[in-house]
């Protein structure tokens, strides 16, 4: 991997840069693909939840958290969410484990 490479959340979109912002594995590795906040020892945070749950949980922490408008954080989220690995085979169907394959 670059060192310049940009390393995002495959759940959430959230840029990880620091260690601490890296999700952990069962075995207390640290997830290359998912963030602390949507992954912890080996399974997602909100499983069950729907790529659109996820998407409206994530304009209310745009617009609550970040100071966003309300279309800038639908446009990110909307934009961004459904191309990523947790969310790509699937439009609205559950996600619940970190491998639905």
């Known amino acids: 991997m670059d060192i310049n490479e940009r390393i995002i ?5 959230m ?26 020892n080996g399974r997602f945070t909100d499983e ?5 749950e996820k998407i409206e949980k994530l304009v209310d922490i745009g617009v609550n958290r970040l100071g966003m408008t309300l279309e800038q954080a639908r446009l990110m989220a909307e ?15 559950n996600n619940s484990g970190a491998e639905n394959e």
């Not at 069950?48 to 659109?52: D, V």
């Open 9 to 13: 959340c495959q759940s959430c979109a």
């Open 48 to 52: 069950g939840i729907t790529l659109q």
């Open 15 to 40: 840029p990880m840069k620091k260690e601490e912002d890296f999700g952990t594995e069962e075995n207390g590795l640290r997830s290359m693909e998912y963030c602390r906040f949507c992954y912890q």
């Open 79 to 93: 934009g961004k969410l459904p191309g990523l690995k947790r969310w790509k085979n699937s439009e609205t169907e």
